[in-house]
């Protein structure tokens, strides 16, 4: 069982910048996933593969968000420039031994959760 522990949420105005960790407990590398969830559908907004190598992001996300991991801390990033008050939302950290795309079905482990909020 990994445990997952997001940080890095908080308060912004809008064109601001936050950067979120996830941090995985124990030695395994996960194919690693940011989430969101605004209401009641979460939604995928970035995902990494298990050595970095790939990357994929929502359309809504693209050129504003970078995702990126450091396997030496076993601990994923989402970097969010250019913030937008329909960024607001719960962002959750999702991993799974194998690469799971957008389904947040597909994804095994989870955290519990950290809130951005985009001030217009």
């Known amino acids: 069982q990994v445990q997952l522990v997001e940080s890095g949420g908080g308060l912004v105005q809008a064109g601001g910048s936050l950067r979120l960790s996830c941090a995985a407990s124990?030695?395994?590398?996960?194919?690693m996933g940011w989430f969101r969830q605004a209401g009641k559908e979460r939604e995928f907004v970035a995902n990494i593969?298990?050595?970095?190598?790939?990357?994929d992001y929502a359309d809504s996300v693209k050129g504003r968000f970078t995702i990126s991991r450091d396997n030496a801390k076993n601990t994923v990033y989402l970097q969010m420039n250019t913030l937008k008050p329909e960024d607001t939302a719960v962002y959750y950290c999702?991993?799974?031994?194998?690469?799971?795309?957008?389904?947040?079905?597909?994804?095994?482990?989870w955290g519990q959760g950290t809130q951005v909020t985009v001030s217009s």
């Open positions: 999702a991993a799974d031994l194998s690469y799971q795309g957008s389904t947040p079905g597909l994804y095994r482990y």
């Open positions: 124990g030695r395994t590398f996960y194919a």
């Open positions: 593969s298990r050595g970095g190598g790939r990357t």
